[in-house]
């Protein structure tokens, strides 16, 4: 019995074998696969593990005490410097994950060799409608195909063999802003998707697409639409009630750009949205809650009509999207045995709620220093807002949010969620009174240029600082905080080996004891990590991936009070016990300092300081704040052709094809000008720094 048991075992083993050097030919994932996914030890089937977006694998291998052995098996280059956000799926020893620009990839899992590659050639020029770099959090696989949204708004099924698209559908008017960099989620046989675009005014839906022919199965709108065309259901005509002016001229916002889950014994598909348009309350119209906007919403998977809604932020004034992850467990409260879905929102108040009515069981923040609010109302969860956050003031969190998409996993061991937490972020809130509603540029109101009192008082407050938090949802309280050197953490993977892995901004990969936070194993990626890692098993031996790639808006922003972030060569990374594959990548940036520029401009006192403006409302989002830049080209490098050329650059578009679009529409060449004048100017202040500290 037992031989017999184990000859099975090895051809078992050999067929594996051959089915993978073949390019994989799994077999199809089916609703019963993706419900039981938590039992499959050696997969990693859908973006968190499980339906319920645990992040928790049952494999132990690697536990707290081999974890001194774990080391790099291999490293595969992604062919990009952008931000990397991907969590990848794992199915027979195939792993599929997208990097930037919504690029997917197939490789062996055992070794990094590709197996295939689809681009979907984006149209590169896209990047200035999507706020926050040109990031993809991954793919969904089902029934032998690989799902994908891209940034142009289309969801593609490709062929899980060859890579091969079998249906290519658009989920979004192309002249509009929409974006998707959010993974597609299956529900009972359809492929769920939602958008981004609320900075610039679009308005929010999520739309559910049969997952074999690509038509789409339902579309829940997430604001109301124009009243003088007719509400599309009871939830809108409700909705419409709590909006003021003309906001579907806008669009509206609160888009659904991440933080999807299903629970296939509700038949509920739960996903948060995001900010209305524009940011601020004054600019459309004054107090009224804006619904379904900074909200988490339950609609039912069979007809996507609205089961339950809970607002996180009513009224929303900061960006506090809530679409960060959203938990399922079920927990013991108050006594007695509750199906809950869980949320640390941006807005930093950690969310329990009862996943079946939406009803608020509890909440409490989860960072100090909130400016916003006092608390949440015990009874109806609704925050107790502080009586001057309306008005111009330093606001905590900031837009980015005490925790934002950065996956978080939940241990049913240790009963304890983990995640990234940001503390002490702050923000200026000071609306743009002129803002009026613009189509080819961002909407946020926010106020241009803003130098008065309160942007004095924020350069000297102390910066933000990161942590890896973990809380027991129960109480409400945190059971241990992992402070690290920079701000912002990544996604949290949580295994039964007792250990909390997480990668961070300054490229280091660390692993912790889930149950103190004791750091127990790192390693240095050199490029920072937002995106989460992933475990699996291949032959009985257990793996840990990750993607390392920095960016997003941190990233982009470049915000030197952060702590020491890392930009540089994105690729994926794969952990394996006794690993010992050197690791030399290649180093990434400038040596400081910039030389001193070759071309000699107009740089009077006032011309420098309107390009100091201008740079700031439209190009540091992606050059960086001041012009240094992370990921993207740091302007003060650049050749006296490129500032020489820069009319062209900027207005004529000739660099459209690598991401920078023309801004014809929204600056005329004086203004161009100026930001020629500004960049010259910081150059020179960079390299004459470097020459004065020179002994
Ligand atoms: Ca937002």
Same mark, same amino acid.
Request: proline share 7%; charged share 20%; net charge positive.
């Given at each position: 019995?037992?031989?017999?048991?184990?000859?099975?075992?090895?051809?078992?083993?050999?067929?594996?074998?051959?089915?993978?050097?073949?390019?994989?030919?799994?077999?199809?994932?089916?609703?019963?696969?993706?419900?039981?996914?938590?039992?499959?030890?050696?997969?990693?089937?859908?973006?968190?593990? +499980?339906?319920?977006?645990?992040?928790?694998?049952?494999?132990?291998?690697?536990?707290?005490?081999?974890?001194?052995?774990?080391?790099?098996?291999?490293?595969?280059?992604? !062919?990009?410097?952008?931000?990397?956000? #991907?969590?990848?799926?794992?199915?027979?020893?195939?792993?599929?994950?997208?990097?930037?620009?919504?690029?997917?990839?197939?490789?062996?899992?055992?070794?990094?060799?590709?197996?295939? %590659?689809?681009? @979907?050639?984006?149209?590169?020029?896209?990047?200035?409608?999507?706020?926050?770099?040109?990031?993809?959090?991954? $793919?969904?696989?089902?029934?032998?195909?690989?799902?994908?949204?891209?940034?142009?708004?289309?969801?593609?099924?490709?062929?899980?063999?060859?890579?091969?698209?079998?249906?290519? =559908?658009?989920?979004?008017?192309?002249?509009?802003?929409?974006?998707?960099?959010?993974?597609?989620?299956?529900?009972?046989?359809?492929?769920?998707?939602?958008?981004?675009?609320?900075?610039?005014? $679009?308005?929010?839906?999520?739309?559910?697409?049969?997952?074999? +022919?690509?038509?789409?199965?339902?579309?829940?709108?997430?604001?109301?639409?124009?009243?003088?065309?007719?509400?599309?259901?009871?939830?809108?005509?409700?909705?419409?009630?709590?909006?003021?002016?003309?906001?579907?001229?806008?669009?509206?916002?609160?888009?659904? &750009?991440?933080?999807?889950?299903?629970?296939?014994?509700?038949?509920?598909?739960?996903?948060?949205?995001?900010? @209305?348009?524009?940011?601020?309350?004054?600019?459309?119209?004054?107090?009224?809650?804006?619904?379904?906007?900074?909200?988490?919403?339950?609609?039912?998977?069979?007809?996507?009509?609205?089961?339950?809604?809970?607002?996180?932020? @009513?009224?929303?004034?900061?960006?506090?999207?809530? +679409?960060?992850?959203?938990?399922?467990?079920?927990?013991?409260?108050?006594?007695?045995?509750?199906?809950?879905?869980?949320?640390?929102?941006?807005?930093?108040?950690?969310?329990?709620?009862?996943?079946?009515?939406?009803?608020?069981?509890?909440?409490?923040?989860?960072?100090?220093?909130?400016?916003?609010?006092?608390?949440?109302? *015990?009874?109806?969860?609704?925050?107790?807002?502080?009586?001057?956050?309306?008005? @111009?003031?330093?606001?905590?969190?900031?837009?980015?949010?005490?925790?934002?998409?950065?996956?978080?996993?939940?241990?049913?061991?240790?009963?304890?969620?983990?995640?990234?937490?940001?503390?002490?972020?702050?923000?200026?809130?000071?609306?743009?009174?002129?803002?009026?509603?613009?189509?080819?540029?961002?909407?946020?109101?926010?106020?241009?240029?803003?130098?008065?009192?309160?942007?004095?008082?924020?350069?000297?407050?102390?910066?933000? +600082?990161?942590?890896? /938090?973990?809380?027991?949802? $129960?109480?409400?309280?945190?059971? &241990?905080?992992?402070?690290?050197?920079? #701000?912002?953490?990544?996604? =949290?993977?949580?295994?039964?080996?007792?250990?909390?892995?997480?990668?961070?901004?300054?490229?280091?990969?660390?692993?912790?004891?889930?149950?103190?936070?004791?750091?127990?194993?790192?390693?240095?990626?050199? %490029?920072?990590?937002?995106?989460?890692?992933? !475990?699996?098993?291949?032959?009985?031996?257990?793996?840990?991936? $990750?993607?390392?790639?920095?960016?997003? *808006?941190?990233?982009?922003?470049?915000?030197?009070?952060?702590?020491?972030?890392?930009?540089?060569?994105?690729?994926?990374? !794969?952990?394996?016990?006794?690993?010992?594959?050197?690791?030399?990548?290649?180093?990434?940036?400038?040596?400081?300092?910039?030389?001193? *520029?070759?071309? !000699?401009?107009?740089?009077?006192?006032?011309?420098?300081?309107?390009?100091?403006?201008?740079?700031?409302?439209?190009?540091?989002?992606?050059?960086?704040?001041?012009?240094?830049?992370?990921?993207?080209?740091? /302007?003060?490098?650049?050749?006296?052709?490129?500032?020489?050329?820069?009319?062209?650059?900027?207005?004529?578009?000739?660099?459209?094809?690598?991401?920078?679009?023309?801004?014809?529409?929204?600056?005329?060449?004086?203004?161009?000008?100026?930001?020629?004048?500004?960049?010259?100017?910081?150059?020179?202040?960079?390299?004459?720094?470097?020459?004065?500290?020179?002994?």
């Amino acid at each position: 019995m037992r031989i017999h048991g184990r000859i099975n075992g090895l051809l078992a083993c050999a067929v594996a074998l051959l089915l993978t050097a073949s390019g994989g030919n799994s077999a199809p994932i089916g609703d019963a696969e993706l419900r039981d996914s938590g039992k499959d030890q050696s997969n990693w089937l859908m973006y968190g593990r +499980t339906y319920e977006d645990h992040r928790f694998s049952p494999l132990k291998q690697i536990s707290e005490k081999s974890i001194g052995k774990l080391g790099l098996a291999w490293s595969r280059e992604l !062919t990009t410097t952008r931000g990397l956000e #991907a969590t990848p799926l794992v199915q027979d020893g195939i792993l599929y994950t997208t990097s930037a620009w919504s690029v997917v990839h197939a490789m062996d899992a055992k070794t990094g060799k590709t197996l295939w %590659t689809y681009d @979907p050639r984006v149209p590169r020029a896209r990047a200035y409608f999507i706020c926050c770099d040109v990031v993809n959090r991954g $793919v969904a696989l089902y029934g032998g195909k690989v799902y994908v949204g891209t940034l142009d708004g289309r969801l593609i099924a490709l062929n899980q063999r060859t890579g091969s698209p079998v249906w290519d =559908v658009s989920t979004a008017d192309s002249d509009k802003p929409y974006a998707i960099t959010g993974a597609p989620r299956i529900a009972r046989g359809m492929v769920v998707i939602g958008n981004a675009g609320a900075e610039y005014g $679009v308005r929010g839906y999520i739309s559910a697409y049969d997952a074999e +022919t690509g038509k789409m199965a339902w579309r829940f709108y997430t604001v109301p639409g124009d009243p003088s065309k007719g509400f599309e259901s009871k939830a809108m005509a409700d909705a419409a009630k709590t909006w003021k002016g003309e906001w579907w001229k806008v669009g509206g916002g609160g888009t659904a &750009w991440e933080g999807i889950v299903y629970d296939p014994s509700l038949d509920l598909l739960y996903f948060g949205t995001g900010n @209305p348009t524009a940011w601020y309350r004054d600019l459309r119209g004054g107090n009224s809650d804006n619904l379904y906007t900074a909200s988490i919403l339950a609609v039912r998977a069979r007809t996507g009509e609205l089961a339950w809604h809970f607002q996180t932020t @009513p009224g929303d004034n900061w960006d506090f999207d809530s +679409t960060q992850p959203l938990v399922q467990a079920d927990l013991f409260i108050g006594g007695r045995p509750r199906m809950v879905i869980m949320q640390a929102n941006k807005n930093g108040f950690f969310y329990v709620l009862d996943r079946a009515t939406g009803e608020f069981l509890s909440g409490k923040a989860f960072v100090s220093g909130i400016t916003w609010a006092k608390g949440l109302d *015990p009874k109806t969860g609704r925050p107790i807002e502080e009586p001057d956050a309306s008005k @111009p003031a330093i606001i905590s969190p900031a837009p980015d949010g005490a925790h934002n998409w950065n996956p978080m996993a939940f241990s049913p061991e240790s009963g304890l969620v983990y995640f990234p937490a940001k503390i002490g972020t702050q923000s200026l809130h000071v609306p743009d009174t002129n803002w009026k509603y613009n189509p080819d540029k961002s909407n946020l109101g926010r106020a241009p240029g803003y130098e008065g009192p309160l942007a004095a008082k924020l350069k000297i407050m102390p910066p933000p +600082t990161g942590e890896l /938090l973990a809380w027991n949802p $129960v109480t409400q309280r945190a059971a &241990w905080r992992a402070k690290y050197p920079v #701000a912002v953490g990544g996604g =949290v993977l949580a295994t039964a080996g007792n250990l909390v892995f997480q990668g961070r901004a300054d490229g280091i990969l660390a692993a912790y004891r889930a149950t103190d936070g004791k750091q127990m194993w790192s390693f240095d990626a050199k %490029t920072g990590i937002m995106a989460p890692p992933v !475990t699996y098993q291949i032959d009985g031996v257990q793996y840990v991936s $990750v993607l390392a790639g920095w960016g997003g *808006p941190d990233g982009l922003g470049n915000d030197p009070s952060w702590g020491p972030t890392k930009p540089g060569f994105g690729r994926i990374l !794969t952990f394996v016990l006794g690993g010992k594959t050197p690791f030399n990548p290649p180093a990434f940036g400038h040596k400081f300092p910039p030389p001193m *520029p070759a071309l !000699t401009v107009d740089s009077n006192s006032q011309l420098v300081r309107q390009g100091e403006l201008l740079f700031g409302d439209h190009c540091a989002g992606c050059h960086g704040a001041n012009a240094i830049a992370g990921p993207l080209p740091d /302007l003060r490098y650049s050749s006296k052709a490129t500032l020489e050329g820069i009319q062209g650059i900027v207005l004529g578009g000739t660099r459209a094809a690598m991401g920078m679009p023309s801004f014809a529409k929204i600056l005329n060449p004086g203004q161009v000008r100026a930001i020629q004048a500004y960049i010259v100017w910081r150059a020179r202040a960079g390299a004459m720094a470097a020459t004065v500290k020179k002994p």
